[in-house]
């Protein structure tokens, strides 16, 4: 059986397709294995996250893999209502970044009153004297539950 140490599975779940692809690699991917795309069969306005986990189970099917051998696993949410900004944050260790996050947030995002928001951020590099710079990104809390959903 071969082994899926070292393997990354891209999964896009788009409006209309879902797409699949797998590379091998040890520090970052580098070595293409498989690639995929398969048509989500819409059933209905409010059925998106079943239509597109069928459309998944059917590319996983002709590729012939089960969720032992997809390694790590890299998905995203898109669309309008994510936003993404790159900001200037006064020098913050992990805990008291993450500890900041929603307000931070506020002061950089337009997140609106329509529910919870998800919410993350990246840091881009460091300074031992100035600002660090981070992306932060955030979507509303439904399109998450909706991709983790499927």
Known sequence: M????GTTTGIDLGSKFVKLVRARGSARPENLISVGVEAIETTGE???SRDAGAALR???K???????????VITAVCGASVQL???DLPPLDEKELRA??????RKHLSLGSSGESALDCQVISRS?????NTLLVGAPEALVAAQVDV
């Open 100 to 105: 900041s996050l929603k307000y931070e947030a």
């Open 58 to 60: 059917r590319l996983l």
């Open 2 to 5: 071969f082994s899926t140490s």
């Open 85 to 87: 900004r790159h900001v």
């Open 128 to 132: 031992a004297t100035g600002p660090m």
């Open 62 to 72: 002709k590729q012939h893999l089960g969720s032992r051998n997809l390694g790590r």
């Open 46 to 48: 409010d059925s998106w």
